[in-house]
């Protein structure tokens, strides 16, 4: 079954969203609405995919050519509605074959679905097909209007329709399915005489009814499937509902998500089996996860790779590489860069940014670790600072395998710690560290005997200190 030809109808201004970015642009579940769209009709895999675009122009274009670049656009000036929109798409193609017309504004479609219509289409050998579904509230939608015999008869916007017609609970999906060269006949014929003075596409199925054609509608069993994003609200229940959906084809597919409403993982996520994710958690854009990985709870994972048994705590992480067996957190934050290389350990409170750890190396605490590669094995004491900016530039710093970097260091970059090198505790390291070496860069400590008794007369401390000989305080 060769699909032809897909319409993607998107230029609406989405007045509705109250927004300053077009509403097809608005994302949820880590794609854009149209990016869901266009998901679900690549499974098709149709010849031609013509999007109208409008509203927003260019920056629907630059999206569209980033996540469909075979997908042609074409330019609808003014906002004429769907019939216009569908005109201008048809322009210029040879009208053959079969035409799936989508709203850019349907995240909850699945190909699933469209297969399905098509299917049904092809079978029946019909002129139109328009996927329905019974929608509880069905307020905004199309209604569609059946004859006795349970024939399409018409499509009725919510604004032209009589009280009769608004109380069909039957609505219009905004994909249909055409016979190409009857739509292309019957799409001119279209006229303005409606309460929004606009071209409904929905009234080109009474015209192809009338001029003797055969019309299915096709009630899909979810009406969620349907549901078109118009305002904020919808778009929340939308990003809701793909919520539930992704979470539950995750659990049956083997993963534990402890609380399924408070967790949020994206379309484009991908998560292995025996996973385990806790409370409050965000898995988004590329993020991949292997077997056995615990994350959570209130963990955020954006376009992160997390191998195999790794455990992530109570963290944020991007564009971060952690490896199997990685324990990182709590209170971590990991940026671009980041690379933990197998059984190494990333503690509380420390920030890492293009760096490198290596095997079975451990930053513990309080640290923050940028532009350097570590080796395997070494140990960076708490509250290490890589000092990689001068104030102009970024530096890079080199820790060698094995190597103790003692608490409270400071490597001012640029610098390098030879294998199997100390550092001695609250230095300052401005030059190399040879292997085996140990650097030492603080002032030696002085004690100045009897100072609390002679400055600091009558205070606790000094009838604490007043309790030991001289000889006892000099230690
Ligand atoms: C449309 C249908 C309605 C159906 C509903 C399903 C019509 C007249 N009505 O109503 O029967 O129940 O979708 O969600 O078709 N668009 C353009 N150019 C235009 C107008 C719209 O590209 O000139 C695009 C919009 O960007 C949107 C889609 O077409 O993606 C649907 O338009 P919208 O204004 O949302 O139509 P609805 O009122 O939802
Ligand atoms: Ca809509």
Redesign the pocket.
Known sequence: MVLETVVI????E?TRMKSSKP??LHTVAGRTLVGHVVHAVTSLQPKNVRI?V?AGREEVEAHIAEIAPHAVTVF?EK???????TQLALAGLSPSGTILVV????PMLTGDSLQKLLQHHHDGGFTASVMTAEHPDPT???RIVRADDGSLVR?V?ERDADEITRDIIE????VYAFDAAKLAGAIGKLKSDNSQG?L???DVIEILRNEGGTIAAVLIEDFIE?L?V?DRVQLAESAALLRDRINEDLMRAGVSIVDPLNTWIDATATVAADVVVLPGSAISGTTTIESGAVIGPRTTLIDCTVGASAHVFESRCQEAVIGNDVAVGPFTFLRPGTKLLPHSKVGAFVEMKNATLGNESKVPHLSYVGDAVIGEGTNIGAATIFVNYDGVEKHYTVVGDHVRIGSDSMLVAPVTIGDGAYTAAGSVITEDVPPGAIGVGRAKQRNVIGWVLRKRAGTKSAEAAARHSNDEQKG
Do not use: F, P, W
């Open positions: 109808l998107a230029a609406g989405g509403k097809v109208v409008g609808q906002r004429g509605g769907t019939g216009h929109a709203a850019g504004d349907t905004g939608y199309g499509i916007e609505v219009n999906s905004g606009e409904y596409l929905t349907i078109g118009n």
